[in-house]
């Protein structure tokens, strides 16, 4: 007999079978189940469409097997970034010793994100632009680890950071590393948002352990199980080193992103 295996992202059930033959050629098969854990491996993020509920800078409606949603990308925290009439202007008050304000300032934007509820592995990866590439869970965009056209690492730009690790660039507020507002609200293990290729984003913890980009892959994600997803899902991670979201392009087929 010849056993085929399918190759999946799951983790697949295993038993051992044990045979015996006694002198009258009857069989007699013990079965051992090892594991009963199975992965799902046909994702769907429907139930994390709630998150965004309540958040005054974010809309979104589906269409079959479609989200869209729409941010003002204003953020729902306080910021130096902010006019300095706004209820929300807050000087900086972080951590940074360098901190140095850059000249852009929060104004209201028009972004829309479509994409797949039922995100899978892209067959050719493409690789992440210049400019929104998620929306967190607050509506406020992700940029990746890029900083200006010419795709320069994020280095000094750091230093222009807010207290909650955003700043704007002309008028569009966006995070390229941890939102620390999330974090702290939700926790650092918590669910912050969601790629343009449907495939969700999570903090820098995992099951009480600090992720390092050693835990992930090239894309600086990894298939496991989460509070949200108790069947498992390929998911990316922030972490405090570079690239901190997203590393080599999209794990999944991206969506489209209009402003």
């Known amino acids: 007999m010849k056993n085929r295996f399918l190759k999946a992202v799951c983790i697949v059930s295993i038993s051992l079978i044990t045979i015996s033959c006694s002198s009258s050629d009857e069989e007699e098969i013990e079965i051992i189940d090892i594991s009963d854990t199975v992965t799902e491996t046909n994702y769907d993020i429907s139930s994390i469409l709630s998150r965004f509920d309540g958040i005054d800078a974010v809309s979104y409606s589906v269409s079959g097997n479609t989200v869209s949603f729409t941010t003002t990308d204003l953020p729902n925290h306080t910021s130096p970034y902010w006019d300095s009439s706004h209820d929300l202007y807050e000087a900086y008050n972080g951590t940074n010793s360098d901190w140095n304000k850059n000249p852009n300032s929060i104004g209201e934007q028009n972004i829309t994100f479509t994409m797949t509820l039922n995100p899978s592995e892209?067959?050719?990866?493409?690789?992440?632009?210049?400019?929104?590439?998620?929306?967190?869970?607050?509506?406020?965009?992700?940029?990746?680890?890029?900083?200006?056209?010419?795709?320069?690492?994020?280095?000094?730009?750091?230093?222009?950071?807010?207290q909650w690790l955003g700043h704007p660039a002309g008028t569009q507020y966006h995070y390229h590393i941890e939102p620390s507002f999330l974090t702290d609200s939700f926790g650092k293990d918590a669910f912050l948002g969601l790629l343009s290729d449907g495939f969700p984003v999570y903090g820098p913890e995992e099951n009480g352990n600090t992720i390092t980009n050693a835990d992930l892959d090239d894309y600086h994600g990894h298939t496991s199980v989460t509070v949200d997803f108790p069947n498992g899902i390929y998911h990316y991670h922030i972490t405090n080193e570079a690239p901190y979201l997203n590393g080599n392009g999209f794990f999944g087929t991206a969506g489209s992103i209009t402003r």
């Open 122 to 162: 892209a067959t050719i990866k493409s690789a992440t632009p210049l400019g929104p590439i998620g929306i967190s869970r607050n509506g406020i965009v992700f940029f990746n680890q890029y900083a200006g056209p010419n795709e320069q690492e994020l280095t000094s730009e750091i230093n222009s950071f807010d």
